[in-house]
C-alpha cells in the first residue's frame, strides 16, 4: 500500500465523517427575532391535544417543567416566567386498519410560546417563534412576524394569551 493510497483514504473518511456529523446535527436556524428553537421539547409533557376542523389538522400542546407544575396547580393565568410551550401540529390522516380513527400523518410545524414578562413586554410577555416542515425551517420574512402570531391570540387576552386549558385528568 503506498503513503498516496493511504492519503487518499483518509480524506476519504474525513469527508465522510464530516457529511455524517452534518447530516445528523443539521442546525435548525433561529428565528428572525432571534428566538433559537427549545432543545429538549420533544420530551417535555403534555399540555392538552386538540384538533382543527378548519384545516384537518391535529396538534398537541407540551409545556415544560414551569408549565407542567403551573398546569397541576391551576396556576395558569398568568403562567409563570420561564413557561415555554411547544405545539405541534400534524395533518389528519385516516388509520389503516381503522378509518375512522384519525391520527397525525404529515408533519406541518413546530410553534413555540415562552413566557418571560421582562424580555417580551410588547407582546404580553409571550416570545413567539414557528419552524416550518421537517426541515423546520423558520417561519416570518422578519421579526415582525411576530404581530400575526399576537394579534390572532390577544381575543384570549383575559387567560393571558393563552387558547389552550391543561387536560382534566384523574
Ligand atoms: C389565526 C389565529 C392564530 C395565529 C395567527 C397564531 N395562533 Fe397560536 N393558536 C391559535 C389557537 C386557536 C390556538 C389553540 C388551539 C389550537 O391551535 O389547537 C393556538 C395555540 C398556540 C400555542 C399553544 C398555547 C396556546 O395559546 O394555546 C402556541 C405555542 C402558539 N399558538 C404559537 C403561535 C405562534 C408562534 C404563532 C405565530 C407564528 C401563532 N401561534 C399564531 C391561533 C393562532
Redesign the pocket.
Known amino acids: 500500500m503506498g503513503k498516496r493510497f493511504l492519503f487518499i483514504i483518509s480524506l476519504l473518511l474525513i469527508a465522510a465523517g464530516i457529511t455524517l456529523t452534518y447530516a445528523v446535527q443539521k442546525p435548525v436556524q433561529p428565528a428572525p427575532n432571534g428566538i433559537t428553537m427549545p432543545e429538549s421539547y420533544k420530551d417535555w409533557r403534555i399540555?392538552?391535544?386538540?384538533?382543527?376542523s378548519d384545516n384537518n389538522?391535529i396538534?398537541v400542546?407540551l409545556g415544560n417543567t414551569t408549565a407542567v407544575q403551573a398546569a397541576r396547580k391551576g396556576k395558569t393565568n398568568p403562567w409563570p416566567d420561564g413557561t415555554v410551550?411547544?405545539?405541534l401540529?400534524w395533518k389528519n390522516k385516516a388509520h389503516e386498519n381503522w378509518p375512522t380513527a384519525t391520527i397525525p400523518g404529515e408533519f406541518v410545524h413546530a410553534?413555540?410560546?415562552i413566557k418571560d414578562s421582562k424580555k417580551y413586554p410588547a407582546t404580553g410577555g409571550w416570545g413567539?417563534?414557528?419552524w416550518l416542515g421537517m426541515e423546520q425551517k423558520p417561519?416570518?420574512k422578519d421579526a415582525g412576524?411576530?404581530q400575526?402570531?399576537?394579534?390572532?391570540?390577544t381575543p384570549?387576552k383575559e387567560?393571558d394569551?393563552?387558547?389552550?386549558h391543561p387536560v382534566v385528568m384523574p
Open positions: 399540555i392538552a391535544p386538540s384538533h382543527r389538522t396538534r400542546v410551550f411547544a405545539k401540529v410553534e413555540f410560546m413567539f417563534a414557528r417561519y416570518g412576524f411576530v400575526e402570531c399576537f394579534g390572532c391570540h384570549v387567560n394569551y393563552v387558547f389552550t
